[in-house]
Antibody
Framework: QVQLVQSGAEVKKPGASVTVSCKAS????????MHWLRQAPGQGLEWMGW????????KNAQKFQGRVTMTRDTSINTAYMEVTRLTSDDTAVYYC??????????????WGKGTTVTVSS | DIQMIQFPSSLSASVGDRVTITCRST??????LNWYQHIPGQAPNLLIY???SLQGGVPSRFSGSGSGTDFTLTISSLQPEDFATYYC?????????FGQGTKVEIK
């Protein structure tokens, strides 16, 4: 079945970087853009950006530009998101999600279970 | 950025109740509105896309309506497995944005 399996929880110090992975299975990886989102404790969901697995092209939310890098490895059907210069505000659960786009619709139909990133000194 | 205003932020209901959640956007988004169910520790689950289309595998007690700026998610008869947090999300323009969520709790 279609699924996205994310890497395990991370604990990082302020100023460090973290990379979260998202391995896709059950579908053609290159056929769907991958989105990244996060949810800080007690907060709602926040969209971070997407990556085109075919071209490697990306689009980030403005607040993350310069600090978030999205990449992929098509040989192993895996997308990655790196966040640099971590602060406590980056403590959150990070999700990857598959994007479906069509005639007048755009939605994320399959999500990973999330990766908890804790930033603490 | 388009803001999504969702209400109520929480509600208490009993099994069998009809539940309605409202979402309002600060700009017209046509029908680029999706609804997700989120249970802590699990992956968010797509319920409704395009404002009113039921995602495959989602029970028919879930329905969505609306267009432009006002949208609703209705659960016709609440079941025990429906106690969760529900989010609306606009996919009309980048950055995609979500409502703050509605937590549905057991009365």
């Amino acid at each position: 079945q279609v699924q996205l399996v994310q890497s395990g929880a991370e604990v990082k110090k302020p100023g460090a970087s973290v990379t979260v992975s998202c391995k896709a299975s059950g579908y053609t990886f290159s056929g769907y853009y991958m989105h990244w989102l996060r949810q800080a404790p007690g907060q709602g969901l926040e969209w971070m950006g997407w990556i085109n697995p075919t071209s490697g092209g990306t689009k980030n939310a403005q607040k993350f530009q310069g600090r978030v890098t999205m990449t992929r490895d098509t040989s192993i059907n895996t997308a990655y998101m790196e966040v640099t210069r971590l602060t406590s505000d980056d403590t959150a659960v990070y999700y990857c999600a598959r994007w479906v786009t069509g005639s007048s619709v755009d939605y994320m139909d399959v999500w990973g279970k999330g990766t908890t990133v804790t930033v603490s000194s | 950025d388009i803001q999504m205003i969702q209400f109520p932020s929480s509600l208490s209901a009993s099994v069998g109740d009809r539940v309605t959640i409202t979402c309002r956007s600060t700009l017209s988004i046509s029908t680029y509105l999706n609804w997700y169910q989120h249970i802590p520790g699990q992956a968010p689950n797509l319920l409704i896309y395009g404002a009113s289309s039921l995602q495959g595998g989602v029970p028919s007690r879930f329905s969505g309506s609306g267009s432009g700026t006002d949208f609703t998610l209705t659960i016709s008869s609440l079941q025990p497995e429906d106690f969760a947090t529900y989010y609306c999300q606009q996919s009309y323009s980048i950055p995609w944005t979500f409502g703050q969520g509605t937590k549905v709790e057991i009365k």
